[in-house]
């Protein structure tokens, strides 16, 4: 992991931040030029490293972590105590609950101050290009829903974070747990829709993330479950608090109903193979969350963090 964050891009705070981050992806073609910017050789590289940091990690391990980093949590606990503020509208809502929007509301109004809040000043001046990050990581407040977009919009919030020097701990070895916690509870109490869902033929209607860091928490020597647990419910149960990955599949069995090879037939035929080394999951992730229009399109690009220029090589 050293090795590999030593080659990682660093910015200066001191760079021309841009004041607001836009949308430049409208087509089939601005994906293809996407998957070639500096942006998304940026948010490759960023998963990479964290893929190599956790084979046998486990979500209760105690690890030391830095101020940035913690404010990144404690802000976290704040945004999960805002659900308990804004409790759902009562009455049937079958295409999700307005009062979300609320919640929604308030994350955008208040959350930039809370990143000035809870940051150094070092950081502010780049927080013009970090804050849309982190304001679109939780769902949309118009469309009622969450999907990979919103997961990969967080994803870029923390990469933009290891992009600026002096923040060198990784916020998924702390508590990968905290973020993906708050985006499941937000599903079931406003009864979100998933956006952009394949059906039934996706990975899984919310998420996509999970399932590359949890398999690698699992993908060293000496792993005591195998893919085939996912279909123990038992098992899944023991492990939920433990793995990413596990704790992924126990959110599914809460919200879907009849045989898990029906409603998650992805899922259910990758429990069949023998390790967790799954490099098919990276290129997985490439081609149907970077590289899918309904997706990507609402993805933001600013100056400095993440350009939509082309790579130099």
Known sequence: MNEQLENFDKISPSEAFSSECLKRINSKNGVFEFQKSVACIRIVHFIKILNSALPGTKLTDSLSISEEIKGVLDILDILFSWIKE????????????????????????????????????????????????????????????????????????????????????????????????????????YNLEPAGSHGVWGLDDHFFLPYIFGSSQLSHLHVSVFPKDILDKNIVKQQKDENLYFGAISFINDVKQGPFFEHSPYLYDISGVESWKKKGMLKMYYAEVLGKLPVIQHFLFGNVIFPFDPVDH
């Not at 307005?98 to 930039?112: C, D, H, S, T």
């Not at 809370?114 to 150094?120: I, Q, S, V």
Request: contains cysteine; glycine residues 10%; aromatic residues 18%.
């Open 86 to 189: 804004i409790p759902p509208e009562i009455g049937l809502k079958r295409f999700g609950n307005k009062a979300f929007q609320k919640w929604i509301y308030r994350l955008e109004n208040e959350g930039p101050e809370l990143l000035k809040k809870y940051f150094p000043a070092w950081i502010h001046p780049a927080l013009g290009e970090l804050s849309p990050y982190f304001t679109s990581g939780f769902g949309n407040g118009q469309r009622l829903d969450y999907g990979t977009g919103h997961e990969l919009s967080f994803a870029a919030f923390l990469c933009g974070l290891l992009l600026l020097p002096m923040i060198f701990d990784v916020f998924f070895l702390s508590d990968p747990s905290r973020y993906f916690e708050i985006a499941k509870t937000l599903i079931i109490t």
